[in-house]
């Protein structure tokens, strides 16, 4: 008669091939999200109070896609989060876009960074106050009313809560937050599109969670412009429509990630994850 501890040992010895998929599977996943992205500016070049400057000084760790500053932006020590989540790089440097007419250029000659089948656009963003200009511009891709092209985070008007825009060539549908993000505290703000989802293609996420849900008739319309953090490709506008606050850890990637892929929060096992788990004899 085997004892139920040789009968355990065995019940577990069984499921090693299922463990060994599950890690697999998983280092996969990890994989193919690292090679969606396109651009991933950390900022960790520079120093804290230090100055941003030359061409190409701030960084791309995912590329090519260095960018150079305009106006006089500055680095920070105030972070939202250290390490970063799911990738656990350290975080000590945000972009520092407080001192007037500050932002960062970043050249796009080939619309790599527009990917038309779908994308996501991730920010930590801290407001500095009172904004000075209206709707202020967090990330932009040269959305100016030339094209109706180009995709772009930026304040609703007012500058309480923030929008995804889309454009498509024609208009600019889009995804609002309900949560306040310009309360000087640090907030994740992700723009997620996706053409093939139809019927719910345009999505806003703070802080993780979802917090709206638009359509768009067509798909998202590219450009060669450049990409600016903290101001507004203006095109026929008459202002830039500065963003003053902090910036931190924004990236680009070609699909439409999933919250638990955001650099927000650390992933937790679902549901349908533990039960198989369970099933596996642990616990």
């Known amino acids: 008669m085997h004892s139920p ?68 932006p500055t680095y920070s020590g105030d972070v939202p989060i250290n390490p970063v989540p799911l990738t656990a790089a350290s975080n ?12 960062v250029t970043i050249p796009d000659p080939t619309s790599a960074l527009i990917p038309t089948a779908a994308i996501t656009v991730e920010v930590w963003m801290k407001s500095g106050g009172t904004q000075p200009e209206f709707q202020s511009l967090v990330v932009d891709h040269s959305h100016g009313w030339t094209d109706e092209t180009g995709w772009a985070l930026q304040g609703n008007g007012g500058n309480t809560r923030i929008d995804f825009i889309i454009g498509n060539g024609s208009t600019f549908p889009l995804a609002r937050s309900t949560t306040n993000v310009f309360d000087g505290q640090w907030h994740h703000v992700a723009g997620v599109y996706n053409l093939a989802n139809v019927g719910q293609e345009i999505k806003i996420f703070v802080d993780g969670q979802l917090e709206d849900t638009a359509t768009t008739a067509t798909a998202l319309a590219a450009n060669t412009r450049d990409v600016h953090i903290g101001s507004s490709w203006h095109g026929t506008l008459p202002t830039n429509r500065f963003f003053h606050g902090l910036v931190d850890e924004v990236r680009i ?21 533990l039960t198989i788990v369970g099933f596996a004899g642990l616990g």
């Not at 990637?253 to 994850?273: G, H, I, K, T, W």
Request: charged share 10%; with cysteine; net charge negative.
């Open 92 to 103: 000590g440097v945000s972009l520092d876009l407080q001192n007037g007419s500050d932002y």
């Open 253 to 273: 990637s070609d699909v439409a990630l999933a919250p638990q892929q955001f650099l927000v929060m650390v992933p937790e096992p679902s549901a349908a994850l």
């Open 5 to 72: 501890t040789l009968h355990k040992q065995r019940f577990f010895l069984m499921r090693i091939p299922f463990f060994a998929t599950l890690i697999l599977f998983c280092l996969a996943l990890a994989s193919a999200t690292q090679a969606a992205t396109l651009a991933y500016w950390r900022f960790e070049e520079g120093t804290p109070g230090g100055a941003v400057s030359g061409p190409g000084s701030v960084i791309d760790s995912a590329g090519g896609f260095h960018g150079s500053p305009v106006g006089g």
